[in-house]
């Protein structure tokens, strides 16, 4: 997560660092390598994913990850996801559109932590960590936006208990 410093980003955190993705390997090539093989394989069994992912980094590795799992064994019912998608950026925003593939953001883990945000990225890269907006303004490169909770729709139940 971002306020944790662990959300695997491009540019270093205001103090350092560049968070991880959170998947087995002992190089960041090698946890590149598992996550695409573990999208390609649920993508090839007929899922539809829905990938928690933050940081441009991780985002830019998990939507390349589904571009390619679907070049490799296409389906136009795929509708993959981007869960939360802190600093999504342009690129991913447009490939995501390309496909037909979605982002889930999360409006009140917004509102709870964007002020925190300028002392761990910079007030700079805080301004757009997350890109709503309208799909359709003139101009713009979104993929469809979903906004939701957390949470499995359990009656007000926790979930997992």
């Not at 998947?23 to 090839?44: F, K, S």
Request: glycine residues 10%; charged residues 20%.
């Amino acid at each position: 997560m971002p306020p944790n410093r662990t959300a695997w980003t491009n540019e270093q955190y205001a103090d350092g660092g560049h968070g991880a993705l959170c998947v087995h390997g002992e190089t960041p090539a090698l946890q590149v390598d598992e996550l695409h093989e573990m999208i390609r394989t649920a993508h090839e069994a007929g899922f539809q994913l829905g990938v928690h992912v933050t940081g441009d980094r991780a985002i830019d590795t998990v939507v390349d990850a589904f571009v390619a799992a679907n070049e490799a064994a296409p389906r136009p019912d795929a509708r993959h996801n981007i869960i939360h998608g802190d600093f999504i950026d342009a690129g991913s925003l447009a490939k995501l559109a390309a496909h037909g593939y979605g982002i889930n953001m999360n409006p009140a883990i917004r509102w709870t932590i964007s002020d925190l945000m300028d002392e761990v990225v910079g007030p700079e890269r805080s301004a757009y960590q997350w890109p709503y907006g309208p799909p359709s303004r003139p101009g713009s490169r979104s993929a469809p936006v979903r906004t939701h909770r957390s949470r499995s729709p359990t009656g007000g139940r926790v979930w997992p208990r």
